[in-house]
């Protein structure tokens, strides 16, 4: 059974960079079959998908346009997680982040989400 | 970028009662489209991929249709743990996922 579990803090400052830790049980961010995806959710914008890393005999990125230039996902082969930076953070950026195991050309496994605030 | 819209915003209907949500995509997504469940503070749940294929561990009461730009899911009887928000997802206009607003089924 894949288990996804977040970590990170629920308070960034403005212009900082809100950083976000997803760990994986019972799959590998290593696998060449699925991709790891960090998606977004509130009430003014909905659920927007932000990205994804994925390894297919090396490793890919893949940013939403809105984001491009302020983000970086990660993964950590080590510990078998990935991560997400999001740079020059606004209070636009408050939102619950989640990550989530994409397949199918959809996402089948979801973290518990983390609530991100943007205040000073 | 694909723009899905779902209808109705809202639907209230009994424990029971046959539910039918539709989504439509602003241009073909072939097959690409996915069904979500959401109840409130937990993360959507995926019901449906490739418009008609349920995931693991769905009943049978929900099933997804459609190709194209026209979607449906149907729960063929509400159960109690069915009142939720619904979005739908479609995964066509690679890299990129966008998300329906959701349909919210609530009690009547």
């Known amino acids: 059974q894949v288990q996804l579990q977040q970590s990170g803090p629920g308070l960034v400052k403005p212009s900082q960079t809100l950083s976000l830790t997803c760990a994986i049980s019972g799959d590998s961010v290593s696998s060449n079959s699925v991709a790891w995806n960090w998606i977004r959710q509130s009430p003014s914008r909905g659920l927007e998908w932000l990205g994804r890393t994925y390894y297919r005999s090396k490793w890919y990125n893949e940013y939403v346009v809105s984001v491009r230039g302020r983000i970086t996902i990660n993964p950590d082969t080590s510990r078998n997680q990935f991560s997400l930076q999001l740079n020059s953070v606004t209070p636009e950026d408050t939102a619950v982040y989640y990550c989530?195991?994409?397949?199918?050309?959809?996402?089948?496994?979801w973290g518990q989400g983390t609530l991100v605030t943007v205040s000073s | 970028e694909i723009v899905l819209t779902q209808a109705p915003a809202t639907l209230s209907l009994s424990p029971g009662e046959r539910a039918t949500l539709s989504c439509r995509a602003s241009q073909s997504v072939g097959t690409y489209l996915a069904w979500f469940q959401q109840k409130p503070g937990r993360a959507p749940r995926l019901l449906i991929y490739?418009?008609?294929s349920r995931a693991t561990g769905i009943p049978a009461r929900f099933s997804g249709s459609g190709s194209g730009t026209d979607f449906t899911l149907t729960i063929s009887s509400l159960e109690p743990d069915d009142f939720a928000v619904y979005y739908c997802?479609?995964?066509?206009?690679?890299?990129?996922?966008?998300f329906g607003p959701g349909t919210k089924v609530d009690i009547k």
């Open positions: 490739y418009a008609s």
């Open positions: 997802q479609q995964g066509s206009d690679w890299p990129s996922f966008t």
């Open positions: 989530a195991r994409g397949q199918w050309r959809s996402l089948d496994y």
